[in-house]
C-alpha cells in the first residue's frame, strides 16, 4: 500500500459515517463601487507613497523620486514614456539577480488594485515582468491605472487568473515580529510608491 | 500490520517532531508564571495585538457572515477531504508540479530529505511554517548533514537564540526588543556592534545578515496557508518578503502541507484572504500574498514539489466532534485574546500549537493519553470560540477531550459515590447534612486531605452553608 492509498483510506475511513453536505453562506458584500480615495488612504496608512498624476506627467514623478543617474530594473514591456531620461534603465533581457539586487529601484505596472485594503497585485505579465523584479532593489514604483481598481477582495479574486504567479502588495516591507507591532523595512523593497493614473 | 490496519485513522508517532511536551501543563506553567520579564513580554505584545485587531476587524460591517462564510468552506473540505486532495493532485501535477503523500511525520522528513539531497544543496532556506516545525523538519535535515536556514524575523530569532517558538505566528513573541538585540550581538556573524535595540535596526540587521543566502541557496522550504483544489494554486501569506525570496529566487521549491490545508475553490480564497491578515496580525492586509500554480517558465523555481501530510489528522478527522479543530487557518487570534496563554506563554504548552487551539489539536494528534493536561488548561471563558475567525467551538472540545482524557482513581470513585448518593434521597440527604461538617474543619479554601488534595490544589472549596436548603424549607 502507497502512502497515497494509506492516507487515502485512513481519510475515508474517518469519514465514515458521511457527514451532510455542507451549503456555504455567500451573503457577505461582493458588489460595492471603487472609492479611489479610500485607496489613497489605505496606501498612505501603510506607508506607502503615493502620486496622483496624470499618465503624461509618469515620467516627471519619476524624475522627482530618483536621483539623477539612478539605475531601474525595467519590465520588457513597461510603456516607455513612463521612463524618464535621467535614470540608467535596466531592461530585463535575463537580468542576473545580482544585477537586479543592485539597482537603485524597479518599475512595474500591476494588475489590480483593491482599494479596501490598500493591495496591489502583480500578476507576471510583460509590463511587471517576473517576480523577482519588484522583490529585490530597495525601492518599487509601481503604476496603477484606476480602470484597475477595485473596492474589495471578492472583486480583486474574479479578475485574476490563477494559473499565473501573482505577488500581491500592502505596503513596504514590514513585520509584526517585535512586540507584535508593525515595523517597515525588512526583506522586500523598503519604499513603495504607487502612482495612480485617472 | 496489516492492511485493514494502515487504512485505518492514526495519530502522530511518537519520537518525532513537537506535539509532545516533555512535562504536563501545570508544571510548565508553574515555572513560566515566575518569570516577570515573560508576563510583561507576553501582556504588552497580547494587547497590542487584541487592540489592532479589533480596530480592523470593526472596519468590516459583514465580519460574522465571513465568519460563517468560512466556517462552512471548512466544514465542507473536510467532508470531501479525500476527493479535494486527489483533484489538488490532478491540478498540481498538470501544471508541472510534483505531489509526494506522507503519512506521518517520519515519511514527510524523508521525502523532503531525499529531494534536498538529489539537489546536491547542503543548504535549504525556509519559510515560517507550522507543518515544517510540527514534524521536526530541521533536525531532520541538520541529521542529514543539510543546514536549515529560518528567514521569518522570528524563527531567526528563536534559532539564533537555540530557542523554541512560543506563538503560532510571532514564535518569538517571549523575547522583547532588548533581548533581541542581545541575542543578535551574541549569536549573528557579522552583526554591527553598535546595534540598538529600535525595531527598525534589529529589522535592517536581519535583512543585511540574510540577503546573501537568500541569494545564493538554491532549495527553499515552506508550509502553505491555502491550496485550492480546482486550479493547483498555492498561498503563503507573510509580512517581511522572506517568503517572496523562498518562493521566487531557488531552483527548487519544497511545500509541506497538511491535508487540512486545502480548499474547493479559486473564490473561496476571497473569504480567507479577509479573515485571516485582520484577524493574525490586526491588518487590513498583511505586506504581502504569494501565490503559485505549478511552475511558471522563466519565473520562479524550475521545480516545485508538494509533500500532502497526514500525521494524526486522520484521527482528528474521525472525531465527529473534534474534527472542527482542523478548520484551523493558524491566525493565532485564539492565543491573543486567552487569559491562560497571556499569562504562561507558548512553552507551557509543549506542542508547536500552544494557546485554545494547541490544547485541543495538540492531544487529538497525539492521542489524549500523550497530552493529558492540555484540555485543562483553559479556564472555559470561551474568548477564543468568539476571536475564532472560523468559529472552532474551543470550549465545546476542551470539555469533550476532558472527557476522553484518562481520570485519576480516586477522582473516578468519588463521582462513583456522588452518582450514587444522588439516585438514593435518603442517602442524598445524610450527605448534604454531613457536609456541614466540614465547617467545623476550618477555614475555606484548606483543601480536602488525601487522596483528595489533589483537586483542591488548584481550586477552593465552597463555603458550606450554615443549613441544606432542605432543613431551610422544612423550618418555612
Known sequence: MSAREIILARLRAALDPAPAPVEVPRDYRRDGAVDLDLLVDRLIDYRARVHRVAEAAVADTITGILPTGATVVVPPALPPAWLPATVTALPDDDLDTTAIAAADGVITAAAVAIADTGTVVLDGSPDQGRRVLSLLPDLHICVVRAAQVVANVPQALTRLAPHRPLTWISGPSATSDIELNRVEGVHGPRTLHIILLP | ?476
Open chain 2, 1 to 476: 500490520m496489516t492492511r485493514t490496519f494502515l487504512g485505518m485513522p492514526a495519530t502522530a508517532p511518537a519520537g518525532v517532531g513537537h506535539l509532545r511536551g516533555e512535562e504536563p501543563f501545570p508544571a510548565a506553567a508553574r515555572r513560566a508564571l515566575a518569570d516577570a520579564q515573560l508576563r510583561r513580554n507576553l501582556g504588552h505584545a497580547t494587547a497590542t495585538i487584541r487592540a489592532k485587531s479589533a480596530g480592523v476587524i470593526g472596519e468590516v460591517p459583514d465580519w460574522e457572515r465571513l465568519r460563517a462564510a468560512g466556517s462552512a468552506i471548512k466544514a465542507d473540505v473536510l467532508a470531501r477531504l479525500p476527493e479535494l486532495l486527489e483533484q489538488l493532485e490532478a491540478a498540481v501535477t498538470a501544471a508541472g508540479g510534483v505531489v509526494h503523500w506522507a503519512a506521518d511525520a517520519n515519511e514527510a522528513n524523508a521525502i523532503v530529505v531525499d529531494l534536498v539531497r538529489a539537489t546536491g544543496s547542503d543548504r535549504v532556506i525556509k519559510v515560517k511554517s507550522m507543518a515544517t516545525q510540527e514534524i521536526g523538519l530541521n533536525e531532520a535535515l541538520e541529521a542529514a548533514g543539510i543546514a536549515p536556514v529560518e528567514t521569518d524575523l522570528a524563527e531567526l530569532i528563536v534559532q539564533l537564540g537555540e530557542d523554541r517558538p512560543s506563538h503560532i505566528l510571532v514564535p518569538a513573541i517571549h523575547r522583547n526588543r532588548a533581548e533581541i538585540r542581545e541575542i543578535f550581538l551574541r549569536a549573528m556573524p557579522g552583526v554591527d556592534p553598535e546595534l540598538t535595540d529600535e525595531p527598525a535596526v534589529l529589522a535592517a540587521a536581519a535583512r543585511r545578515f540574510l540577503r546573501q543566502t537568500f541569494l545564493s541557496t538554491s532549495v527553499a522550504v515552506s508550509g502553505a496557508n491555502f491550496a485550492v483544489a480546482e486550479t493547483g494554486t498555492l498561498a503563503v501569506v507573510e509580512s517581511e518578503g522572506n517568503g517572496r525570496m523562498c518562493l521566487t529566487l531557488p531552483r527548487t521549491l519544497i511545500t509541506v502541507m497538511g491535508v487540512e490545508k486545502v480548499v474547493p475553490t479559486w473564490r473561496d480564497l476571497e473569504v480567507f484572504l479577509q479573515l485571516l491578515p485582520r484577524a493574525s496580525t490586526g491588518e487590513r492586509m498583511n505586506p504581502y500574498t504569494s501565490m503559485w500554480t505549478g511552475v511558471t517558465p522563466g519565473d520562479g523555481p524550475q521545480a516545485f514539489h508538494l509533500v500532502l501530510l497526514d500525521n494524526g489528522r486522520s484521527a482528528v478527522l474521525a472525531d465527529e466532534v473534534g474534527r472542527q479543530a482542523l478548520h484551523c487557518i493558524r491566525c493565532s487570534a485564539c492565543l491573543n485574546v486567552c487569559p491562560v496563554y497571556e499569562r504562561t506563554g507558548g512553552h507551557a504548552y509543549g506542542s508547536v500549537y500552544p494557546g485554545p487551539i494547541g490544547a485541543v489539536l495538540s492531544p487529538q494528534l497525539t492521542g489524549v493519553a500523550d497530552n493529558a493536561s492540555l484540555p485543562y488548561a483553559s479556564s472555559l471563558c470561551g474568548a477564543c470560540y468568539d476571536a475564532c475567525p472560523v468559529k472552532i467551538n474551543i470550549p465545546e472540545l476542551l470539555v469533550h477531550l476532558r472527557d476522553q482524557a484518562p481520570h485519576p482513581r480516586g477522582e473516578a470513585a468519588v463521582m462513583a459515590a456522588a452518582a450514587y448518593a444522588m439516585d438514593h434521597p435518603a442517602l442524598y440527604a445524610a450527605a448534604q447534612r454531613a457536609t456541614r461538617l466540614s465547617r467545623l474543619t476550618g477555614r475555606r479554601g484548606r483543601g480536602l486531605p488525601p487522596p483528595l488534595s489533589g483537586w483542591t490544589a488548584g481550586r477552593d472549596l465552597p463555603e458550606v452553608p450554615a443549613q441544606t436548603f432542605r432543613q431551610w424549607w422544612a423550618q418555612r
